[in-house]
């Protein structure tokens, strides 16, 4: 007996044809004529089979893993869906991961150019979209990351991107001062701030300048940590606690944001208060985050993707921006801590986790 696999509209996987058609021709065709059908599909090319008419293909570039990247994938999709798009109905996604190994991300770009998907969405720091604009000057890509995408040369400016690019910044890099500063109020005597950083972050050198300036302003001394792997973390704490660091400053990185449950439990280990970037950070367990709502600004790239796919071009869709940004409080860690938070700055909180 010969099985038929359809998607939810009803259409064979393996020839495009409606289950009805497919039954009527199965019927008129001999078994032999019908395997032959098959081989002849397995030599088809790659693009041909996996983009069936009336559903375009876009590709996922994520420098992260997929498990550390779970949410915000499921919001790019929400925010396709928003526009008419859903996977398998009328949309297939091919999902690239270079699981935090930021060298893989050149081949799996090249690999979705050469698919030749409708439209590239980038994520996990700027690595991502600049690998992506780096594969393509065509294809149309749609970024979602926190740094500044005019100094990295991605668009030319916010308003009027220009070329094949546009996305949502969460402008994360240029908050980095602004958390230093929020966490030394928080701790008015702490001298002494480890910054983790990811070596291999296009980022890192330029944030480490703007954060030693920043440092040099308010007196206070910044101390490096690296870790370019999750196998670096012993090791990068090991220096936190031999630098006798009064807080830590997490950097932005797809590495520490999808490792942000080991950070935080290591950063309590050795009783150092720790600041991060979002919410996901501090209800992992971190003392203090100072940033924008990432799952909003995620569901708008794919919002982005859903007009790019109804025929909008890239050039013309503006840079979005956060409009609000949130300083949210663990107690339960500060408690951990045995740090007595003033109430005057606990009232300038957006959100206190209990």
Not at 59 to 83: I, K
């Amino acid at each position: 007996m010969i099985y038929f696999t359809h998607d939810p509209l009803g259409v064979c996987y393996f020839c495009g044809l409606h289950a009805r058609s497919v039954l009527s021709l199965g019927a008129a065709m001999r078994r032999r004529d019908f395997v032959t059908l098959l081989g002849g599909a397995a030599a088809w090319p790659l693009a041909a089979r996996a983009q069936q008419p009336g559903k375009p293909v876009i590709g996922f570039l994520v420098s992260a893993t997929r498990e550390g990247y779970a949410r915000p994938v499921l919001e790019v999709q929400a925010g396709l869906n928003d526009d008419g798009f859903v996977e398998g109905r009328n949309l297939a996604i091919e999902y690239r991961y270079a699981d935090e190994q930021y060298d893989r991300l050149p081949v799996l770009a090249a690999d979705l150019v050469r698919r030749q998907v409708a439209a590239i969405f980038s994520t996990g720091g700027v690595i991502s979209p600049l690998t992506a604009k780096a594969a393509t000057t065509t294809i149309p890509v749609v970024f979602a990351m926190g740094s500044d995408p005019v100094k990295y040369g991605l668009v030319a400016s916010l308003s009027r991107p220009g070329g094949n690019i546009t996305g949502v910044t969460f402008y994360n890099s240029a908050l980095a001062p602004k958390r230093l500063q929020l966490l030394r109020e928080m701790l008015p005597t702490a001298a002494v701030v480890a910054m983790l950083v990811n070596p291999n972050n296009p980022n890192v050198q330029s944030d480490t300048a703007e954060m030693q300036a920043a440092a040099r302003v308010i007196g206070v001394e910044i101390a490096i940590a690296s870790a370019a792997s999750e196998r670096d973390f012993d090791a990068a704490f090991a220096t936190v606690a031999r630098l006798r660091a009064d807080a830590l400053l997490v950097h932005i990185d797809a590495l520490f944001q999808s490792r942000a449950g080991q950070i935080t439990a290591l950063a309590a280990r050795q009783g150092v208060p720790t600041m991060g970037s979002g919410r996901s950070f501090t209800a992992a367990g971190g003392l203090i985050s100072y940033g924008t709502d990432a799952v909003a600004m995620y569901r708008q790239a794919g919002r982005y993707l859903g007009r790019i796919l109804k025929g909008e071009k890239p050039a013309q869709l503006p840079v979005l921006q956060p409009t609000k940004f949130e300083l949210i409080i663990n107690l339960k860690t500060a408690k951990a801590l045995g740090l007595t938070i003033s109430e005057s700055f606990l009232l300038r909180a957006d959100e206190l986790i209990e």
